[in-house]
């Protein structure tokens, strides 16, 4: 494709080393591809048939490529519970651990998959390792001998006439599946099982679909708009279809980016410059005029872990129950995002401070400074992972973080340093040079760390995903940081941020100030319960069970 674009340009291939892979094709769909339902089991147990067949574990670990992060947890569930079975039958499935691997998964998790094995040969289990795709290329795993390639994969798939993104399990492309056999052969000579036919493998795109399929094109096209190319005459090495465009043209006018003429208003030059998703540069625009610029970064920061801002319990029952239990201490009638962003506050009020201002703190305990426990907590091993990955930092932040160097100064230099509220290294989203009613000063943490480790203490015992927390905190810096120049935050004199006046409705309006053309409108009469009607796109759909709105949510 880009050898044609560039007038057949000459290609050239490297190739890296690679041990012979015997390929073999089981399909294991009732009519071509494996469906998400049947999945889960297919791969279980053709990981345990291979485990008989080849029961020294020196022939090498087996690696599973499954669609998404709960199908890999689950078919490890699956595969133990077979290995218990089996292990009391026949005892010939002892000599096998098995593993997960996954994107959103602890460090010190992933560090044990990868490991390479260097004890003696009598003592080695082999491994059984449930993968997502990011075993296709991000990582090499010594001792892996066996593939077996579900032929799925969980992917963004991006609808442009609903201007609408989802995540759904599809048909890998024949290049994953090449890489994924590849697997196989990385250290040492190997087998893949493809479950599914050399018809299927056929009928798969030969490449991934291009990003710019994946995603809306608004942006792209206010960037063409703005150094005046039509979007329409412009040379794409792969080009979208009018329908995209259209929709996001219309996109761009209702938001005020461009004109009638395709002429970019002030907004849209704004948008050109900062180079962010459009629905979010107005929504901190706006935000910024009326003086809730911090809150409107917050927000913006927060919508883009929304996905990953709690933890779901894994695929425990038990741990899924509890999990739900401790997310609903957050959840507000104002709706998923509102309780989010309250919940994100309250994280940074423990991060800022070592204390907590409501009695969140995942046991019931009244409000005051988290401090660490000696007893049996069941989630205290977790806690531990958290705390010795923040160890293995600490060598390097000595030397190159001015947090380290903050963290051992005297207490009156360090407040006076939290006065300056315009530095945009400043760790805390509070803009005000007086503290917030909200957010008080409590006794001060020893250092940097102590205070991160209670933030962590406190993320696990409340259920949230304190990686995804501090990628919230790092991105609304940043946006701070590029609004802070522009005219409307200083027209709104965004210089506090006064978390009492901050109501779920003022956050409501926030978001819609970006977001309008997601509304929907609850319909009248539905035999399918409570169904919602987007305005603009003409979608049907319900509340998902796990929202702050939905009336039947189990807690």
């Not at 494996?34 to 067949?53: G, N, S």
């Not at 991000?138 to 963004?156: E, N, P, Q, R, W």
Request: one cysteine or more; a negative charge; hydrophobic letters at 40%.
């Amino acid at each position: 494709m880009f050898s044609s674009f560039y007038d057949n340009a000459p290609v050239v291939e490297i190739e890296g080393r690679m041990f012979p892979v015997d390929l073999n094709y089981i399909p294991a769909g009732r009519d071509g591809m494996l469906d998400a339902t049947h999945v889960v089991a297919a791969v279980a147990e053709a990981a345990v048939t291979i485990h008989q067949h080849f029961t020294d574990p020196s022939d090498g670990d087996v690696l599973r490529f499954l669609p998404g992060q709960d199908d890999v947890l689950r078919a490890k569930q699956h595969f133990e519970k077979i290995i218990a079975k089996n292990a009391k039958q026949a005892g010939t499935l002892d000599s096998v651990v098995a593993h997960a691997l996954y994107g959103k998964q602890d460090p010190d998790e992933q560090a044990e998959v990868l490991k390479k094995y260097t004890g003696a040969a009598s003592q080695r289990k082999r491994k059984m390792i449930f993968s997502t795709n990011i075993a296709e290329t991000s990582v090499t795993i010594d001792g892996v001998a066996f593939v077996v390639d579900s032929g799925l994969m969980k992917g963004v798939v991006y609808d442009p006439i609903r201007n609408m993104t989802s995540l759904k399990a599809h048909a890998i492309s024949r290049s994953s599946a090449i890489q994924r056999m590849g697997r196989a052969g990385r250290t040492q000579p190997g087998k893949c099982f493809r479950l599914y036919s050399i018809r299927d493998y056929n009928e798969m795109e030969v490449g991934s679909v291009a990003e710019i399929f994946q995603q809306p094109l608004s942006l792209a096209l206010l960037t063409l708009h703005h150094i005046g190319i039509d979007p329409r005459h412009f040379a794409w090495i792969q080009s979208p279809n009018d329908a995209a465009m259209a929709q996001a043209e219309e996109e761009l006018t209702f938001l005020g980016a461009i004109d009638a003429s395709k002429q970019l208003t002030d907004l849209g030059k704004l948008i050109a410059d900062v180079q962010l998703d459009p629905r979010v540069v107005r929504m901190i625009d706006c935000g910024s005029r009326r003086g809730l610029g911090c809150v409107a970064t917050d927000l913006a920061a927060v919508m883009s872990v929304a996905h990953i801002f709690f933890w779901s319990g894994g695929n425990d029952k038990k741990a899924k129950a509890e999990a739900a239990k401790k997310k609903a201490q957050f959840l507000t009638s104002d709706g998923d995002i509102v309780s989010m962003y309250h919940a994100y506050c309250e994280w940074e009020t423990v991060l800022n401070t070592g204390t907590m201002n409501e009695s969140n703190d995942g046991s019931g305990n009244e409000t005051g400074t988290v401090e660490e426990e000696d007893d049996k907590d069941p989630e205290e091993a977790a806690t531990a992972a958290m705390g010795a990955a923040l160890k293995r930092t600490v060598a390097l932040v000595r030397r190159n973080s001015d947090l380290w160097k903050q963290g051992q100064e005297e207490e009156e230099e360090e407040e006076e340093e939290n006065k300056d509220n315009n530095d945009d290294d400043d760790t805390s989203s509070v803009c005000s040079e007086e503290p917030s009613p909200v957010k008080q000063r409590a006794p001060k943490a020893k250092n940097v760390f102590d205070l991160r480790r209670i933030a962590a203490k406190w993320c696990v015992k409340n259920s949230l995903n304190g990686k995804a927390l501090g990628i919230a905190l790092a991105f609304a810096k940043e946006l701070r940081g590029i609004f802070r120049k522009t005219a409307g935050w200083k027209i709104g004199g965004n210089d506090s941020k006064a978390d009492d006046a901050v109501d779920g409705e003022s956050i409501r309006r926030l978001i819609t100030a970006g977001y309008f053309m997601n509304v929907a409108r609850l319909k009248p009469v539905s035999r399918f319960g409570l169904q919602y009607y987007a305005l603009f796109s003409g979608v049907t759909g319900s509340l998902h069970f796990g929202s702050a709105l939905n009336p039947d949510r189990n807690v």
